[in-house]
T-cell receptor, first 116, second 115 residues
Framework: SQQGEEDPQALSIQEGENATMNCSYK?????LQWYRQNSGRGLVHLIL?????REKHSGRLRVTLDTSKKSSSLLITASRAADTASYFC????????????????FGKGTHLIIQP | KAGVTQTPRYLIKTRGQQVTLSCSPI?????VSWYQQTPGQGLQFLFE???????NKGNFPGRFSGRQFSNSRSEMNVSTLELGDSALYLC??????????????FGPGTRLTVT
């Protein structure tokens, strides 16, 4: 089952505008990560935010995490055509009793299209 | 530093056959995880290997198996292929175990088509 759910499923904006994607999850997490995937290729790690952090920046990316609402947002500022891709949030659920993690759980992704 | 490599990149197999996919992690990375990506189910965790031992396993049937060698290279095997096994299989490596504790570096994937 999906732990993270991105919203919207698809987003089309003009180059230069800001893009915001949201992610909601169901269970307590150790951290949340955002990844980008270009057209059926491998995923590229964008940013990792730990459960005790509220906001993180990396270049044109800004990620927020609200553990009380079990949600996160990814903001891409001053978008470029090269930002066209699918964006996924991935959560690392807290270790189950007895040890072991369930692996990263990904949402279905937001497909972002930047119009030139 | 070379990235994660996966071979082959594309593969077409027939239902009932078996297939082996290979993954070479980034040098020095000891954790290798495998994921299956399909349009319907999205990205799903298959298993993680660390120090030649399977540490975690996702909710997949026993037809899906894997192993890791002493040089951290990993292979995954799917036996008795079904049409639904058609997917992009992604391998990811990480410096330490625990798939979510640190960022994962993904390979380009192997596109498997089962006919």
């Amino acid at each position: 089952s999906q732990q993270g759910e991105e919203d919207p499923q698809a987003l089309s904006i003009q180059e230069g505008e800001n893009a915001t994607m949201n992610c909601s999850y169901k269970t307590s997490i150790n951290n949340l990560q955002w990844y980008r995937q270009n057209s059926g290729r491998g995923l590229v790690h964008l940013i990792l935010i730990r459960s005790n952090e509220r906001e993180k920046h990396s270049g044109r990316l800004r990620v927020t995490l609200d553990t009380s609402k079990k949600s996160s947002s990814l903001l891409i500022t001053a978008s470029r055509a090269a930002d066209t891709a699918s964006y996924f949030c991935a959560t690392d659920v807290r270790y189950r009793s007895g040890g072991g993690a369930d692996g990263l759980t990904f949402g279905k992704g937001t497909h972002l299209i930047i119009q030139p | 530093k070379a990235g994660v490599t996966q071979t082959p990149r594309y593969l077409i197999k027939t239902r009932g056959q078996q297939v082996t996919l290979s993954c070479s992690p980034i040098s020095g990375h000891r954790s290798v995880s495998w994921y299956q990506q399909t349009p319907g189910q999205g990205l799903q965790f298959l298993f993680e290997y660390f120090s030649e031992t399977q540490r975690n396993k996702g909710n997949f049937p026993g037809r899906f198996s894997g192993r890791q060698f002493s040089n951290s290279r990993s292979e995954m095997n799917v036996s008795t292929l079904e049409l639904g096994d058609s997917a992009l299989y992604l391998c990811a490596s990480s410096l330490v175990r625990g798939t979510g504790l640190y960022e994962q570096y993904f390979g380009p994937g192997t596109r498997l088509t089962v006919t």
